[in-house]
Nanobody, 127 residues
Framework: QVQVVESGGGSVQTGESLSLSCVGS????????MAWFRQAAGKEREGVAQ???????GLADSVKGRFTISQDNAKNTLYLQLGSLKPEDSATYYC?????????????????????WGQGTQVTVSS
């Protein structure tokens, strides 16, 4: 049974940084993709960043230069480093996984790519 569990959310001030982690378990294939999505109150969920086990990375334009996605394949763990945070980054952040999976260069971060989802962790940025 595939599961992903997020941790690391919290409340910060504008301009500060935060780190999120997501641990996957039950992965039955060594080729997988993992991603971060977020959903702010009253808005649709949107893709933030994604990565596959081959090292292909995708970032939403809104977070390029501020957020960094990385992973430890040996631990099936995904990370998101959030920097220069803004109030508009406030949202529930979800981790998602897909396997088997391999991303194309420049591939859009889409919900339909991902089958397995975590419960989410809240990030609040105050001005």
């Amino acid at each position: 049974q595939v599961q992903v569990v997020e941790s690391g959310g919290g409340s910060v001030q504008t301009g500060e940084s935060l780190s999120l982690s997501c641990v996957g378990s039950g992965f039955f294939d060594s080729r997988y993709c993992m991603a971060w999505f977020r959903q702010a109150a009253g808005k649709e969920r949107e893709g933030v960043a994604q990565i596959d086990t081959f090292g292909t990375i995708g970032l939403a334009d809104s977070v390029k230069g501020r957020f960094t996605i990385s992973q430890d394949n040996a631990k099936n763990t995904l990370y998101l480093q959030l920097g220069s945070l803004k109030p508009e980054d406030s949202a529930t952040y979800y981790c998602a996984a897909a396997l088997p999976c391999q991303l194309g260069n420049g591939e859009t971060i889409l919900e339909r790519t991902y089958k397995y989802w975590g419960q989410g962790t809240q990030v609040t940025v105050s001005s």
